[in-house]
């Protein structure tokens, strides 16, 4: 590598730096320009947790709510305004990239209501009016990667929408998820929508994983469980790009992509590391490869810049590696199914108390605006 820092290497060696952060202060201060122009962003993601933060410090929200409370705007409707501005303020941000790479990069990530997470029509409405509201072809529309949410993936996608399946933690699920993103397409080109303006990522969560095993690991407590803490959610990570991968080198896949379709990316999310006993960068500098994104929060971005070491790909050729992982795990009795159901249904659980907290704090803001 010949560039001069890790996150200029990280770009070099084909992984689109996201930040995992958004707030109307870093849009109005210039921070998010800072990070586009020093640390390589060329993205963002949102969720219920980060715009809870935003809007519970600072005072940059202050002035819409009090619009939004003059004219007595309920709750649901003042979030849905403030967010979508966010989004729409920050896909502006990042427009001159998403012009210039033609849609590969640029993205600015927004949710549908957790709530929704398990009622595929609620969830493609909320998709269309979020898409309508933030009007912006570089926005992508959040969608958990639940039974319910396959078929919402599909419909939006048909719809000519560009979606982030969130919350993927399993193998199967990950299949199942690029099976909806390619019925979509075929669905969208059946509809005369032109394949090359939809794009999609699918999430793939890697700490996380590593939280829920680590625990079971050390809750059996020999040397040998012991000795695989830390591992299975890079390994999880890698044998999901062996997926993407082979997913679109199929017949099915390549009629799409002859038609103008794009690729789905693997997006890897929830890369801030956990445990105090792992480094830092491990969730970035484990997991490079040609057409990722990696989405991080500030503080692994700063790691990364600061002593990633990025030396070239370093997920292609892992793939028997990262199967004897999962092999010595599921030997120990440590189901992975059970593992990534559980993650899949904590993983909406948490998002749902987030959104509750995000509506207690503007309900909070609206009535002191009043």
Do not use: C
Not at 154 to 160: D, L, R
């Amino acid at each position: 590598m010949t560039n001069t820092t890790p996150t200029a290497d990280l770009s070099a060696a084909g992984v689109s730096i996201w930040l995992d952060d958004l707030s109307r202060e870093r849009i109005n201060s210039g921070g998010l320009e800072k990070l586009m122009a020093e640390r390589n962003v060329v993205g963002v993601t949102t969720n219920p947790t980060i715009f809870a933060s935003a809007l519970a410090k600072g005072e940059a929200y202050d002035e819409q709510v009090a619009v939004l409370a003059k004219a007595g705007t309920n709750v649901t409707d003042a979030v849905f305004e403030i967010t979508t501005d966010d989004v729409a303020a920050a896909s502006d941000v990042f427009r001159p990239i998403f012009d210039s790479t033609n849609g590969f990069d640029g993205r600015v990530s927004i949710e549908v209501e957790p709530g929704f997470a398990h009622d595929a029509a609620a969830t493609i409405a909320q998709a269309k009016q979020l898409w309508a509201k933030v009007d912006r072809p570089n926005a992508l529309i959040k969608i958990p990667a639940t039974v319910e949410g396959l078929e919402a993936i599909t419909e939006t996608i048909g719809a000519g929408i560009s979606v982030n399946v969130t919350l993927i933690f399993s193998l199967e699920r990950y299949r199942e998820v690029i099976n909806a993103y390619l019925s979509g397409l075929e669905k969208a080109k059946a509809a005369g929508i032109d394949l090359s303006t939809l794009h999609s990522v699918a999430s793939f969560f890697v700490s996380r994983v590593d939280t829920e095993i680590d625990k079971r690991l050390d809750a059996i407590g020999t040397d040998e469980a012991k000795a695989l803490k830390g591992k299975a959610g890079v390994a999880n990570a890698q044998l999901a790009y062996e997926v993407f991968e082979s997913a679109f080198t199929t017949e099915r896949a390549q009629v799409l992509l002859a038609a103008g379709a794009n690729k789905q990316r693997p997006l890897w999310a929830s890369t801030g590391v956990k445990d105090p006993a792992v480094l830092d960068t491990t969730y970035v500098v484990e997991l490079v490869a040609h057409e990722v994104v990696n989405t991080m929060p500030e503080k692994t971005l700063e790691a990364t810049f600061d002593h990633g070491v990025i030396a070239g790909d370093s997920i292609t050729g892992s793939y028997a590696a990262a199967n004897a992982v999962l092999d010595q795990i599921a030997a120990q009795g440590i189901s992975y199914e059970e593992v990534t159901a559980l993650l899949e249904k904590e993983g909406v659980e948490k998002f749902i108390v987030s959104w509750n907290e995000l509506l207690d704090t503007v309900t909070a803001a609206l009535e002191a605006a009043k």
